[in-house]
């Protein structure tokens, strides 16, 4: 397959693990075989996961997206009422006590969202949490584990009390793993890509997809060791795969070099970038410094946070600067 023929985001360079799950859990099949392996079984009885579909992809804020990502499902009851699915995945290494908080974040948004449309009750959500870090998740379930006292009387019917259902990934062998083929795949994945030797799951991963491996599941793989990992780590997954399909393992290494001389040209860019940003401070905290004299540390600290643009107004703007106030009053309006 020529190069030409296969198509880059840059997002799987900047925010791999994000850009990963959305491409693994935004198939619907794939999707559905995990809320039908990993969701309570007195909990998926009642659900009609045929009628599972995805809704809206994020409510996570961008500046968080690099540890968390999230989808929302709709799916129908057995009973004929409507109910959310919410799938957040965590990608921190360690767990985050705050969850059920953010999560009552996120049920809050969706519930003023899906206002207009449901008459007089709001429906059901579910979340769900699904962890592929490296230690147990030890952290609160319930949002009543969040508040001092809440589990006292009167306190406690004055505090939500929900829990989330958690996935911990941690938790299974390799082995025990369980649904469709790209599901076991894909979770295999996200389970070892914090560890120190990956190339046992990378085998485990190829035995499992086989002759059933496609550029639809294999290429996202490829772009996210290419992004998390070393590169002889794709290459030995390429390996592994080109023994069931010589011509799709080539195009996985194919298609990771290209993601990896990608990844060496943005950090070169980066270092060029942090290159001129340091010679911009430099040249504005010697000319505030000659014009003012020493400048106090949070002066100082707050220099540092501005971007290169900013530097270059301020060292043409200081000209009028009189006192240590006017750059004060500067850097307050900045």
Request: hydrophobic share 40%; charged share 25%.
């Amino acid at each position: 397959m020529c190069k030409a023929a296969i198509q880059f985001n840059e997002e799987q360079l900047r925010r791999p693990h994000d850009v990963y799950v959305k491409s693994l859990f935004g198939r619907i099949a794939v999707a559905r075989s995990f809320f039908r392996c990993y969701l309570p079984p007195e909990l998926a009885a009642e659900l009609d996961l045929r009628s599972l579909t995805l809704d809206k992809e994020t409510f996570v804020s961008e500046k968080l997206r690099e540890y968390f990502s999230d989808l929302l499902y709709r799916v129908q009851r057995k009973d004929g009422g409507a109910a959310f699915l919410y799938l957040l995945l965590e990608h921190k290494s360690t767990p985050e006590r705050w969850t059920p908080l953010q999560l009552l974040g996120y049920q809050h948004e969706i519930w003023e969202r899906a206002k207009a449309e449901c008459g007089d009750k709001l429906p059901l959500i579910v979340p769900v949490v699904l962890y592929h870090g490296e230690r147990h998740w030890n952290v609160p379930l319930s949002f009543h584990e969040l508040v001092a006292g809440a589990d006292a009387l009167p306190w406690s019917k004055y505090v939500p009390g929900f829990i989330y259902h958690l996935c911990d990934l941690s938790c299974w062998l390799n082995e025990q793993l369980t649904g469709s083929l790209e599901l076991r795949g894909g979770l295999l994945l996200l389970k070892n890509v914090f560890e120190q030797d990956i190339r046992a799951a990378l085998k485990l991963i190829a035995e499992i997809l086989g002759s059933k491996a496609t550029r639809q599941n294999l290429l996202p793989m490829a772009a996210y060791l290419a992004a998390t990992r070393k590169e002889a780590e794709v290459k030995e997954l390429a390996h592994q795969v080109a023994s069931s399909s010589l011509k799709l393992g080539g195009e996985m290494e194919t298609y990771a070099e290209t993601l990896l001389k990608r990844g060496e040209q943005r950090g070169e860019q980066r270092g060029e970038q942090r290159g001129r940003q340091e010679e911009a401070l430099s040249l504005t905290l010697h000319l505030l410094m000659s014009q003012l004299g020493d400048l106090s540390a949070r002066a100082q600290a707050a220099i540092r946070k501005l971007s290169i643009e900013q530097l270059r107004q301020l060292a043409v703007d200081s000209r009028e600067f009189k006192q240590t106030s006017d750059l004060t009053a500067w850097l307050r309006t900045h």
